[in-house]
């Protein structure tokens, strides 16, 4: 007699939520840069804050974001291990769109993000007030309208670059890959800012801190629009064999 | 072509949207450039089923196209009778590539942890696989710190999490030791009694071992779906051992320890044994040199 066939569960859900358990591996994978990225802020804020009120208050604001962004390589790295190793292969089995998958792992690196900014503001800004000075209103903005957005933005284009990038090119190891090439990418908005910054002071025109910080919710801005267009389009760039292992 | 009610290629009156797995006219391939062309065969009984076909002809591509990791240009794949796009149809499938998936930044229990919970199978279903397939001493391990072959081992072992309908089986013994070869092949077997079983491999002695069809593909295209049993080779070869040397084999070739002689076929055995005893040949061992299911590589 041939038997018949039994069926296993066949429920009609997706799949659970893969974030936890990639935050998580984003920290073990990327806690060279996780701990970088922490402590060089942290140190920043402790050596400015001890240097003088008005060099925490310059500079303090200006450098986290790139630092912010290098701390935050973790997700970038476990989306590259998972793509080398066919483990993304496995996850599209079980239902996971190219989508999903990419807003899973740039979660992941926001989340990264918000450790570092606020281990570092925490230290920084702690320290700062301990040493008696006052919480300005200045600083209240160069935290809030520039920092703190600009990290988040720039570990994103970062994330959001590297992730394309590994998914449309062969493997390549070392600073010639996706996570060799992404903290320099992600230094990209900052840097960006503060160019234009500099060069509009340098062509004679008139600038100030009003000016600087409407070119940097622009320079955001242009980022964030170049990130959602970018997922937008994942289904257009990244179909699901680039994210199949190439072993 | 109709498999004695266990499995039959499309175009039959049978099976094409019922239980089981069903591939209606598949083309499928990468960015645009087709590597499976118009694959049909429908299967809705249990039993292993071989897909064998030399490197590049798509066997890779076919499981991960029934696994609905590749969508098809054109054709539909029926799991059931429904879409494999269909959330409930990927949850009849378990799917093993020849790459292991295994999460980097995980131990062994925390990777199949992480496995159970897509599986929606319980902590003490990864107890269950951690002994099952021998892997309970490595589970506090980083995957880093494996090597291939138990790697191996805990990319089999998500197979065991959760009981589904069909196992879809990318060279499941690859990097394994014969010993673990032969334990895994055993409880796959075991599965096969219940479940459809679509396993590659390039170890014909072993296909032909554990087979009960076979599903060959060349050049993309479906060339042959049967029985393993009813494969007949294009040469009946039969090697002879003896005990003494013998001057009745004198000339015949050799393979090793092996004396050579072509037969008509398998039942053309007992007659050729029956001549060399008469003949005063001291038989040790006879084996047939080659499998049939080399043919299907030429």
């Known amino acids: ?247 | 072509m109709v498999m004695e009610g266990a499995a039959s290629p499309a175009g039959s009156p049978r099976n094409t949207e019922g239980v089981g797995i069903s591939c209606q006219s598949v083309s499928a391939g990468y960015l645009g450039s087709p590597v499976l062309r118009e694959i049909s065969f429908a299967i809705d009984k249990p039993g292993i089923y071989v897909v064998l076909g030399p490197n590049g002809a798509g066997k890779t591509t076919l499981f991960r196209t029934l696994s609905g990791i590749l969508r098809p240009y054109q054709g539909n794949v029926l799991i059931d009778g429904l879409p494999i796009d269909r959330q409930q149809s990927r949850n009849r499938l378990h799917y093993l590539s020849h790459a292991d998936g295994l999460p980097e930044g995980l131990t062994v229990r925390e990777a199949l942890d992480l496995y159970a919970q897509l599986e929606r199978a319980t902590s003490a279903d990864v107890d269950r696989v951690l002994d099952l397939v021998n892997v309970r001493e490595l589970s506090d391990r980083f995957l880093p710190q494996l090597s291939a072959g138990q790697k191996k081992r805990v990319s089999v072992a998500r197979l065991f999490l959760q009981d589904r309908a069909i196992y879809l089986l990318d060279e499941p013994t690859a990097n394994l030791d014969p010993k673990m070869a032969r334990e895994i092949r055993t409880l796959i077997l075991d599965l096969s009694r219940e479940k459809i079983v679509l396993y590659s491999s390039h170890n014909l002695f072993e296909a032909r071992e554990i087979g009960r069809y076979v599903l060959a593909i060349k050049n993309g295209r479906l060339a042959l779906f049967d029985r393993i049993e009813n494969l007949r080779g294009t040469h009946f070869v039969v090697g002879v051992r003896v005990l003494e040397p013998s001057e009745a084999l004198t000339g015949w070739s050799r393979e090793g320890d092996y004396f050579l002689r072509e037969l008509p076929g398998p039942e053309a055995v007992p007659a050729f044994i029956r001549d060399l005893e008469s003949r005063g040949v001291q038989i040790r061992e006879l084996r047939e040199m080659n499998n049939p299911l080399e043919d299907l590589f030429t």
Do not use: C
């Open chain 1, 1 to 247: 007699m041939i038997p018949t066939l039994t069926a296993g569960s066949a429920t009609s859900e997706g799949p659970p939520s893969l974030l936890g358990i990639t935050i998580r591996r984003s920290m073990v994978l990327g806690r060279f840069f996780l701990v970088y990225g922490t402590g060089i802020s942290v140190l920043l804020g402790v050596v400015l804050g001890l240097v003088s009120r008005s060099s925490f208050a310059a500079a303090f604001p200006l450098l986290l974001p790139i630092f912010a962004s290098v701390g935050s390589m973790g997700g970038l790295a476990v989306f590259t291990s998972d793509r080398l190793k066919g483990t993304l292969e496995y996850f599209m089995a079980y239902g996971f769109s190219p989508r999903r998958l990419f807003l899973n792992f740039l979660t992941a690196t926001l989340v990264l993000v918000s450790i570092v900014v606020s281990v570092g503001l925490g230290v920084g800004v702690g320290l700062y007030l301990a040493r008696g000075n006052a919480f300005t209103p200045g600083l209240a903005v160069a935290f809030g309208l520039y920092a703190v957005p600009m990290s988040f933005a720039s570990a994103a284009f970062a994330a959001t670059m590297g992730m394309y990038w590994s998914a449309l090119s062969s493997p390549r190891a070392g600073m010639n890959s996706p996570i060799g090439l992404a903290p320099f990418i992600g230094i990209l908005p900052p840097v960006t800012t503060l160019f234009i910054v500099v060069a509009l002071g340098a062509s004679g025109a008139t600038t100030s801190v009003t000016t600087f910080y409407a070119i940097a919710v622009a320079v955001m801005a242009l980022v964030v629009v170049f990130v959602v267009l970018l997922l937008a389009l994942i289904n257009r760039f990244l179909r699901r064999e680039r994210l199949l292992s190439p072993a």
